[in-house]
């Protein structure tokens, strides 16, 4: 098991990204601590990882408020003894499939101040708990949009290439300390692909559309991004911090 042991809080674990790293990461050893604003899918994703015999506890935690952030991360630290590992995949508004000199400036604004901001929250405070130990790992998360020059996306490439940067802020303070920090960027992921109300196409289409532009001809998938989750957090990835992990198939390209 390549996190046994550890101690994981994961934001948004309601959502499939959160929901699929958990459960990947309880399946590695780790005894998961999981937040969301929306306490009942939390608490649904904790039962499944109990039932196969993982150990987690789930919390009503609303990833954009300071004092909610900063009370959660100290519990976990005060029962648990420390946090090994944090990740925050919560979702938020993204408005795209409209130029930008047709973008209302909120909706513009609103994917840049919300993403950028709880991945800060949520960072800092878990480092404050694992600064003293000189131990621990921060995943943020972006997508394939933080390195494309690619229309109609708003401000969610921007908040995404400005979350890469925080990682490489962070990591820059935090790493001497002894806490890494690596980003993952994933391209649209297959099993959450559905119906895209921001783009006027079949979704089969639009399926093909963001297959075709990536290097593999397909997209990532959930179990893809957990199990590169497993990984970074792991000590068999000691060596990197103030990185992106790409698994955007090649839509992006370092």
């Given at each position: ?102 973008l209302q ?73 002894g806490v890494?920090?690596?980003?993952m960027r ?69």
């Amino acid at each position: 098991m390549l996190l046994k042991g550890k101690i994981a809080v994961v934001h948004g674990a309601g959502g499939a990204i959160g929901g699929a790293v958990a459960s990947a990461f309880a399946r590695e050893g780790a005894k998961l601590f999981l937040g969301g604003r929306n306490l009942a899918p939390v608490e649904a994703v904790a039962k499944g990882i109990v039932a196969s015999g993982g150990e987690a506890q789930a919390a009503a935690v609303d990833a954009l408020d300071e004092s909610q952030v900063n009370q959660h991360a100290a519990s976990v630290a005060g029962s648990a003894g420390r946090i090994d590992i944090v990740l925050n995949a919560i979702g938020f508004p993204v408005v795209q499939g409209v130029p930008l000199l047709d973008l209302q400036r909120d909706d513009f604004v609103v994917p840049i101040a919300t993403w950028t901001m709880t991945q800060f929250l949520t960072a800092r405070a878990a480092a404050r708990h694992m600064v003293p130990r000189r131990s621990g790992v921060i995943l943020t998360l972006s997508a394939s949009p933080a390195r494309l020059a690619v229309a109609l996306t708003g401000g969610f490439g921007v908040a995404c290439a400005a979350v890469e940067g925080l990682t490489r802020t962070l990591a820059a303070e935090l790493s001497p300390q002894g806490v890494r920090v690596v980003c993952m960027r994933p391209h649209r992921i297959d099993e959450t692909l559905g119906h895209n109300a921001d783009f006027d196409m079949a979704p089969d289409a639009f399926r093909r559309l963001i297959e075709d532009m990536t290097l593999l001809k397909r997209l990532p998938t959930l179990d893809m991004v957990a199990s590169t989750a497993v990984f970074l957090a792991s000590d068999h990835a000691a060596a990197m911090s103030g990185t992106v992990a790409n698994l955007s198939c090649g839509m992006s390209v370092d």
